[in-house]
């Protein structure tokens, strides 16, 4: 007897949850190293920890670009995946490897601009030159940070999602100890503050990176979809082929990561308070924001899969329970935003102004969590087809052309404040959700139906 369409849309749904958790763990674990280092350089001084966001600011604004060209592996590995083609996916993590390295090139060169671009930007020299020398420490770890990048992206387009889960969770207990070595000089080293907390980043990213390769070689994690190096991981054709991909990717990532970089500058020009109540519900955001997205890692790779088995129906309808578990998960997160928001913010802050402005924002987060859960995954299935220029489109049109501009104006022109900002940011992110949708829906069954050049 043929299983019903409840059935099939259960085993999709159990598929995808083995497949997110891992993900969201590793997600978390990454995000709780960042608060982690946060309270650490926070007893060393409120200089301190100034010099590290604005550091951070730029450190991630770069990884960004180069973070989002590599996820152009996911569709053409989960597809090769998919197909049984492990000879395409073992030569597209080699391209990626190279990409990675040419990356890393590129990073390391913006990084070591830093301080010049924090001054061009307006902020304070002592806190820019501080930032530099904290950023300039990390330097030798771009090349691990990104080929580990370029290998995790691979493992999971083959539905190994533990490996990364695991060196992660540890690379937290390698992160506290290095810190409170160099951070405050212990085991014989130096207290080096600021620049202690570098080059525990560092160190960790080194180990990190050079565990994970160590534990899919040990384990045999690349058998299967590897062959031996030779000079086609160099073929610019194929270099192309990923770039072709992943440059859309990374625009689309940057766009956004950059729209919300902006909402914290128009934040600051409200007042001091109205920033605080700002960073404090985006944080909030952020966190929740962890499981859609690894939702949305999961649906990229099971459509991956799908596609290159030849199986476009099913390919949809992963696709759909994926968008469909991405809005379930943050319509409880905005009901909980909704529910506690005027407990949350009291987690930051005993400032009474502070977390009633917060309080007063988070019901418009909590519609802007539900969109924020449908476009993410829309965003991973167009990597898993392998389109993902709409997503760019959408997220131009979306965050620039209106979202940002309308907050803005409603913000600074207009009685409603903070809040102001957030229905614009909100409105924005409603329109990207809706885009994408559309553009799934009205796409029919031929986008699911092609595998990536070859």
């Given at each position: 007897?043929?299983?019903t369409s409840s059935e099939m849309i259960g085993s999709e749904a159990r598929h995808l949850l083995r497949l997110a958790v891992p993900v969201v763990t590793a997600l978390l674990g990454t995000m709780m190293m960042g608060f982690v280092d946060t309270l650490m350089v926070g007893r060393v001084s409120v200089d301190a920890l100034a010099a590290v966001a604005?550091?951070?600011?730029?450190?991630?604004?770069?990884?960004?670009?180069?973070?989002?060209?590599?996820?152009?592996?996911?569709?053409?590995?989960?597809?090769?995946?998919?197909?049984?083609?492990g000879r395409s996916a073992g030569l597209a993590l080699q391209q990626g490897i190279v990409l990675s390295a040419v990356l890393s090139a590129l990073v390391i060169f913006l990084w070591s601009l830093s301080e010049n671009v924090l001054l061009a930007m307006g902020q304070d020299p002592e806190l820019s030159a501080a930032a530099h020398a904290y950023t300039w420490v990390q330097l030798p770890s771009v090349p691990f940070l990104l080929g580990a990048a370029a290998l995790r992206q691979y493992l999971q387009a083959r539905e190994l999602v533990r490996p990364a889960m695991w060196v992660v969770l540890i690379a937290n207990l390698w992160n506290v100890f290095f810190n409170w070595v160099f951070i405050f000089g212990h085991m014989g080293a130096p207290a080096l503050g600021l620049e202690g907390a570098g080059i525990a980043t560092s160190l960790t990213r080194i180990l990190s990176g050079l565990a994970l390769v160590g534990l899919v070689w040990s384990r045999g994690y690349h058998l299967g979809g590897w062959v031996r190096w030779s000079r086609a991981a160099w073929d610019p054709a194929g270099l192309r082929r990923l770039l072709a991909i992943g440059i859309p990717i990374s625009l689309q990532m940057g766009l956004?990561?950059?729209a919300f970089s902006g909402s914290n500058l128009v934040a600051g020009w409200l007042g001091a308070r109205a920033l605080a109540a700002h960073t404090i519900v985006l944080n909030l955001a952020s966190i929740t924001f962890m499981m859609p997205l690894g939702i949305a890692q999961g649906t990229a790779v099971r459509v991956g899969n799908l596609i290159g088995a030849g199986e476009p129906e099913r390919a949809r309808r992963a696709s759909w329970v994926g968008i469909a578990a991405g809005a379930g998960i943050m319509t409880l997160s905005?009901?909980?935003f909704v529910l506690l928001r005027n407990v949350l913010p009291q987690a930051y802050t005993p400032d009474a102004a502070v977390i009633a402005l917060a309080a007063s924002i988070l019901p418009i987060a909590a519609a802007f969590q539900v969109f924020d859960g449908i476009q993410v995954v829309a965003c991973g299935v167009l990597r898993g087809i392998g389109r993902p220029r709409p997503a760019a489109l959408f997220n131009l049109i979306g965050y620039w052309i209106l979202g940002l501009p309308i907050g803005i104006w409603l913000s600074l022109r207009t009685s409603a404040g903070l809040a102001?900002?957030?229905?614009?940011?909100?409105?924005?992110?409603?329109?990207?959700a809706t885009g994408l949708v559309a553009w799934l829906a009205l796409s029919g069954r031929g986008a699911f139906s092609e595998r990536v050049a070859r």
């Open positions: 007897m043929s299983p604005i550091a951070n600011f730029w450190i991630f604004a770069t990884l960004q670009i180069a973070l989002g060209v590599l996820f152009g592996l996911d569709p053409i590995v989960a597809q090769a995946h998919g197909a049984g083609d956004e990561m950059w905005a009901l909980l102001g900002l957030w229905w614009g940011l909100a409105g924005g992110l409603a329109l990207v």
